[in-house]
């Protein structure tokens, strides 16, 4: 496995809910807890955004947009990270990366992506 396994999108309802998941693969699940999380998301015709992220001390900053909506959190156990997604709105529909950067060397990991799709 070469990427971050990514799953949870999908399509909801404006106002619904939806948690991301991602589990680190298994070149890095050895210095998981070493490497700092972050979402990212892309909707066609924006320039990719980083939405969250989450250092190995646990630490979570966010986006404007999404501050009191969204939540990020990591399990250091089971090596996963996760992006609850509260009160979606159309402007939340994107495409979602997972991405895993390393404290020390800088090196990342990305995810294939996953598509969230709201409606009105």
């Known amino acids: 496995q070469l990427r971050l396994v990514e799953s949870g999108g999908g399509s909801v309802q404006a106002g619904g809910s939806l948690r991301l998941t991602c589990a680190a693969p298994?070149?890095?699940?050895?210095?998981?807890?070493?490497?700092?999380m972050n979402w990212y998301r892309q909707a066609p015709g924006k320039q990719r955004e980083l939405v969250a992220s989450?250092?190995?001390?646990?630490?979570?900053t966010y986006t404007d947009s999404v501050k009191g909506r969204f939540t990020i959190s990591r399990d250091n156990s089971n090596k996963k990270v996760y992006l609850q997604m509260n009160s979606l709105k159309p402007e939340d529909a994107a495409v979602y990366y997972c991405?895993?950067?390393?404290?020390?060397?800088?090196?990342?990991?990305w995810g294939q992506g996953t598509q969230v799709t709201v409606s009105s």
């Open positions: 298994r070149t890095i699940t050895s210095v998981f807890n070493m490497y700092t």
């Open positions: 989450i250092s190995s001390s646990r630490s979570s």
């Open positions: 991405n895993a950067r390393s404290d020390s060397s800088g090196d990342a990991v």
